[in-house]
Nanobody, 120 residues
Framework: QVQLVESGGGLVQPGGSLSLSCAAS???????MGWYRQAPGKQRESVAT???????NYTDSVRGRFTISRDNAKNTVYLQMNSLKPEDTAVYYC???????????????WGKGTLITVSS
């Protein structure tokens, strides 16, 4: 059974920091991992992604403030968020792209999401 278990999140004041982690299990091999977010009334958007080789990509609004990292041995992805802004308020979802066996096709897997609220 595939599980992506997120931890972290919560309420933080503007300018503050938070960190998220997501541990994946049940996936034979994971290619990319990442974080997406969905604010109220908006579509889900990619925040940051990281490949198995460590290549990262960030959406423009978080570049320089957020850092994504990954521990391949633990199938865990992290997101360090600094200088948080009210517009960062959203439900953050962990994402993994991988295969369940050597002969299966690559699929997308999602965590249940964790709410981050940036407010004074």
């Amino acid at each position: 059974q595939v599980q992506l278990v997120e931890s972290g999140g919560g309420l933080v004041q503007p300018g503050g920091s938070l960190s998220l982690s997501c541990a994946a299990s049940g996936i034979f091999s994971i290619a990319s991992m990442g974080w997406y977010r969905q604010a109220p009334g908006k579509q889900r958007e990619s925040v940051a992604t990281i490949t198995v080789s460590g290549k990262t990509n960030y959406t423009d609004s978080v570049r320089g403030r957020f850092t994504i990292s990954r521990d391949n041995a633990k199938n865990t992805v992290y997101l360090q968020m600094n200088s948080l802004k009210p517009e960062d308020t959203a439900v953050y979802y962990c994402h993994a792209e991988g295969i369940l066996s050597p002969i299966s096709r690559e699929m997308d897997y999602w965590g249940k999401g964790t709410l981050i609220t940036v407010s004074s």
